[in-house]
């Protein structure tokens, strides 16, 4: 297949799931991918990516409907390309210490997709995040769970299959020179 854009797609509430695909688009333009980060529902057609990364906030072992009608949407699509998936939202350090697999719920929506992988990343519930019910701060952990450097790492990890695959000057992949490499000539 023909490289192109990287896709990193995200169904996010209260802002946490696009600051980690953020963050996983930053972690893979570094690497010399060409890279489009972009909420899930804005999303209309996938012809121009030879890969997605789509994520989910979880809430009460869910993704966000934004996630899983892209999922819906582009299913054949998706089956085409390789795509990585993760998720969001213990509000403890237990994805830190393991890594936890997808839940039935969303395994059901993603499973025939074929993804490559999985990772779920803590998640973030702050007093001051706009639109948080008080009632939700006094029965859930309060607090930033999210391990950027975990979550960068696991950007690494997709970015280096991708270069295996995609050759340096084809579409969405820079060469030596333009990702900040050392060259071979």
Same mark, same amino acid.
């Given at each position: ?35 489009? @980060?972009?909420?899930?529902?804005? @999303? !209309? =057609? ?43 939202? *213990? ?24 993804? !490559? ?26 607090? =930033?769970?999210? =391990? ?19 050759? *340096? ?12 490499? *050392?060259?071979?000539?």
């Amino acid at each position: 297949m023909m490289a192109s854009y990287v896709l990193v797609a995200y169904a996010s509430k209260h802002g946490s799931t696009r600051e980690i695909a953020e963050a996983i688009g930053e972690t893979l333009g570094e690497a010399g991918l060409a890279v489009e @980060v972009q909420p899930a529902a804005e @999303v !209309r =057609d996938l012809s121009e990516y030879g890969a997605v990364v789509l994520g989910s906030a979880l809430y009460s072992a869910h993704w966000q409907r934004d996630a899983n009608r892209f999922v819906r949407r582009h299913l054949e699509a998706l089956r085409e390309r390789p795509v990585w998936l993760f998720s969001s939202g *213990p509000l403890d350090h237990s994805a830190d210490l393991a890594d936890l697999p997808l839940t039935v719920h969303v395994a059901r929506e993603v499973d025939p997709i074929g993804a !490559r992988g999985h990772r779920t990343f803590g998640g973030r519930l702050l007093p001051d995040t706009p639109g948080v019910d008080e009632s939700l701060l006094a029965t859930h952990r309060v607090g =930033d769970f999210r =391990d950027f450097d975990r979550i960068r790492a696991w950007a690494s990890e997709i970015a280096a299959a991708l270069l295996v695959e995609w050759e *340096p000057g084809e579409p969405g992949v820079a060469s030596a020179a333009d990702a900040g490499q *050392p060259g071979s000539g």
